[in-house]
């Protein structure tokens, strides 16, 4: 998450048009069979993965292009994916103990 505010504040303080469009995700493109077996690694649980088919519509790719970003905000993702999901997994045990 920090990765994306950092990516919005540096889209708030271009000056320009005020419709243009940036990329701010991640390049390397994850299978969600993937990020769900990390989950699933991270928290030490016995639940499964289930498959369902793909809807129709789903993109066969999601991998964004961020050069623009990287090249007119000078900014680009540090996080990783595991380092991401290990502060995710921690904030969502905060707030389970919270209630």
């Not at 271009?14 to 990390?38: C, F, M, R, S, W």
């Not at 000078?74 to 969502?92: A, C, D, H, M, V």
């Amino acid at each position: 998450m920090e990765d994306l505010i950092e990516g919005l504040v540096s889209l708030m303080r271009v000056e320009g048009p005020e419709y243009d469009v940036y990329n701010i995700g991640k390049e390397n493109e994850h299978t969600i069979k993937e990020l769900a077996q990390e989950v699933l690694n991270l928290t030490d649980t016995e639940s499964g993965i289930v498959h369902e088919p793909l809807p129709e519509d789903d993109p066969s790719q999601r991998r964004p292009d961020i050069s623009r970003a990287k090249a007119e905000l000078n900014w680009e993702p540090e996080i990783s994916l595991r380092e991401g999901l290990n502060k995710t997994i921690e904030q969502f045990k905060r707030n389970m103990n919270s209630v």
